[in-house]
């Protein structure tokens, strides 16, 4: 009981140094973040500008997509002949056993 009284004091006082230093960091990110907030903002538009940038050049990469969404039987094309060859097999197979 005597041990426990000795090293309580000490460890209370142990815990309390470090939540008061760990808080008096979050308090200087805090202020420091809130004495640069401009830069802070630059980075954060600059951010997205490039995001925007990069979705625009995309866009313009693709211009056939519109194209391609007006016109699907250019796309289809080929997969409708293959479709077309395999019925007529089908039809050959099935004419073959009546």
């Known amino acids: 009981m005597i041990i426990t009284t000795l090293i309580l004091p000490e460890l209370v006082s142990v815990h309390l140094l470090v939540t008061v230093s760990l808080f008096s960091e979050g308090l200087l990110i805090a202020s420091k973040i809130n004495n640069n ?7 954060i538009g600059g951010i997205f500008t490039l995001t925007a940038v990069i979705q625009a050049w995309k866009m313009w990469r693709n211009q056939g ?9 250019e796309v289809t094309h ?15 197979i099935t004419h073959k056993e009546s």
Do not use: M, T, Y
């Not at 907030?37 to 980075?43: A, C, D, E, F, R």
């Not at 997509?65 to 039987?73: F, G, I, N, T």
């Not at 080929?78 to 050959?92: A, P, R, V, W």
């Open 78 to 92: 080929h997969i409708e002949e293959q479709i077309e060859k395999f019925e007529e097999g089908l039809d050959k």
């Open 65 to 73: 997509a519109v194209h391609k969404l007006e016109h699907p039987e």
């Open 37 to 43: 907030q401009h830069i802070l903002n630059w980075v």
